[in-house]
């Protein structure tokens, strides 16, 4: 039997947003997101050395990116896609995320802000995700400066464009050591509306609705980011439709009670097929966007920090 929902989120799954797709817009779901990440202004952020915010390339011009630093020793470089459907979050909802990471793996963290649909829609996410993974990875001197310890982190749709970008690094001839993929989008064909595609993951019925991650918030999600349905067999959208030998080493997590779990999953044991080096962290009793919420609950704080634990021993051993 899996485990039950932890009770501590039971009770603030009513409290969080993104749940209604019949009255969200764009501009409501950024707002909400920030106002989430508003909300918790009074509790300090995790301490690290310093916060830079400074400019990348993207794939059609400058991206804003954010620097957090532990320490001044040469040290791993970890480029980090925000979450939030590709429509909403930015570098202040995950500030908190990326922080943990730079604490926790000892890495230098930049969190990039690609381009959000609906203005830009695919491929602009993963071409800002790719572009600005190559500009920092050539100029790894300026940041952790070991060209043998480069990963890729992200969540949910961030987790998409890490997965995406890491196979884009691997075609590129850029060597990664580590990928770190926190409950990701892996196969969007069907676009969520589908009932075939929706029956080969168990999880988008058995959490279709209830656990704050909709599978209706998915396919409003879709309907953003991908113009053409054609689109969603793309691999940089899909990756599990992607050839995935040769890829870094990865950490995979996914949450129980979360539409995306089987296909998070999926991708895990598409990996390991491939003969890449992968652990799964199945997140017993969570939700879609636990790694957000450590300060609330102990059950998630402690399943973000074995991942990301887990993370770091991959990023240490190098290429």
Known sequence: MPAPLDPVIAQIIPLLPLRDPTTMTPQSARDALRALAASRADVPPPPV???????????????????????????????????????????????????????????????????????????????????????????????????????????????????????????????????????????????????????????????????FLSRAVMEWFCGHYLADPAHAADWRVSPLRAELAGLAPAIVTTAWFDPLRDEGAAYARALEAAGVRVKHHEGPGLIHGYFGLGDASEVAKAEAQRARADFKALLARGI
Not at 107 to 126: C, L, N
Not at 163 to 168: L, N, V, Y
Not at 186 to 209: H, K, L, Q
């Open 49 to 211: 050395d310093t916060v830079q915010d400074i400019k990348v390339k993207g794939g059609a011009g400058p991206l804003d990116a954010r620097v957090y630093r532990v320490g001044a020793n040469p040290a791993p470089t970890v480029v980090f896609f925000h979450g939030g459907g590709w429509v909403a979050g930015d570098l202040e909802t995950h500030d908190r995320q990326a922080r943990n990471l730079a604490i926790e793996t000892g890495a230098v963290v930049i969190s990039v802000d690609y381009r959000r649909p609906p203005e830009t829609r695919f491929p602009g996410a993963f071409e800002d995700a790719f572009a600005a993974a190559s500009d920092i990875f050539n100029r790894v001197a300026e940041f952790g400066g070991d060209a043998k310890r480069l990963g890729v982190a992200g969540d949910s749709a961030g987790g998409n464009l890490a997965a995406a970008t890491a196979i884009a690094c691997r075609d590129a001839g850029i060597a990664l050591a580590a990928q770190l993929l926190v409950y990701p989008v892996t196969d969007v064909v069907g676009r969520y509306a589908d009932a075939r595609e929706n029956a080969r993951f168990v999880s988008r019925a058995e959490n279709a609705e209830g656990y």
